[in-house]
């Protein structure tokens, strides 16, 4: 079973990414550094006083009021870390009130433009900020963007959805179920698919912004989804900590099946009318078709320090 890190769901580019938005701001600055020695009539006097103006007057973005949370909040994160229900709660009501003007986005952008239907449509990734304890970017789908059922071990993850309209499909692993098919399975079925687990439906519906933040727990809260754009759609994307592979975070991509796929036994006794509540999951090399491509974030510089 191949694993996917990080870098294949969001793309491969978001070092050069990162040193593209840097050589810019580089490039920027400097540029306003020359204009400012052209210009010596200013007073160093004056100088202070509308420097003073200017912090009287500053207004912190809200996205920069995010990366500012979030260094407090995932100070401490590590693999199955989970923030307090108060730290969880600011993070979310900074979430619930970013607007995708925040963000230099619009449904207008060809990130969401409709697409040749004989391909998936190409989702785009704007990486915002990643350090070893949290990531902060955003998923621009187009109108029938999929993003395949995937994982999140040891994470807790916040996604903000920003416009459109999303079907929203995820599993929890059930509790006290087989670890694996092969207890449950019939012999026929055993041997190709003796790698499935036991999951519960978590939600299975279609969400419109606005609405409020969803949250996903290691363990909890629909810890594997999968995406699906009704609308173009743009989800904005807390992860706590990121995927990591040398510290065992992988992003492992399953199929699901339907609980009566298998014949179960004893083991394994639900109610026919709960039945399609459950499913098997297996996990998979992720999709050939899946094709996530890094662009450039424009919206509001953060401010690291």
């Known amino acids: 079973m191949g694993r996917a890190t990080v870098a294949d769901i969001k793309g491969r580019d978001f070092s050069e990414l990162d040193k593209e938005a840097k050589e810019n701001t580089e490039n920027t600055n400097k540029g306003s550094n020359t204009n400012k020695n052209r210009n010596t009539t200013t007073s160093d006097s004056r100088g202070r006083k509308n420097r003073r103006r200017q912090k009287k007057t500053m207004v912190v973005h809200p996205v920069q009021r995010l990366f500012d949370a979030c260094k407090d909040v ?61 990531s902060m970017g955003i998923f621009c789908l187009p109108p029938s963007g999929v993003l395949p059922l995937h994982n999140h071990p040891g994470m807790t993850v916040f996604s903000k959805l920003l416009f459109g309209t999303m079907h929203i499909k995820s599993y929890d692993w059930a509790v006290g179920a087989p670890s694996n098919a092969s207890a449950v399975a019939e012999p026929s079925q055993t041997a190709q698919c003796s790698e499935v687990r036991l999951a519960k439906v978590k939600v299975d519906s279609n969400l419109t912004a606005p609405c409020k933040t969803s949250i996903l727990y290691p363990a909890d809260g629909g810890n594997m989804h999968c995406f699906t754009a009704v609308t ?44 399609d509540n459950y499913a098997w999951l297996q996990e998979r090399d992720k999709p050939d078709d899946l094709v996530v491509k890094g662009a450039l974030y424009t919206g509001p510089v953060i401010r690291e320090n």
Not at 100 to 117: E, I, K, T, Y
Not at 236 to 247: F, H, I, M
Request: with cysteine; net charge negative.
């Open 74 to 134: 995932f100070a401490h994160a590590g693999t199955g870390f989970v923030p307090p229900p108060d730290k969880i709660e600011q993070l979310s009501a900074l979430l619930d009130d970013i607007k995708p003007v925040d963000v230099g986005l619009s449904p207008r952008m060809s990130f969401f433009s409709p697409q040749a239907a004989r391909r998936a449509p190409t989702i785009t990734y704007l990486h915002i900020h990643e350090c070893e304890k949290f």
């Open 232 to 275: 173009a759609c743009a989800v904005l994307d807390v992860l706590g900590p990121p995927y990591s592979d040398a510290e065992g975070r992988h992003c492992t991509y399953y199929l699901a099946y339907p609980f009566t796929k298998f014949s179960g036994d004893e083991q394994v006794s639900i109610p026919d009318e709960e039945k």
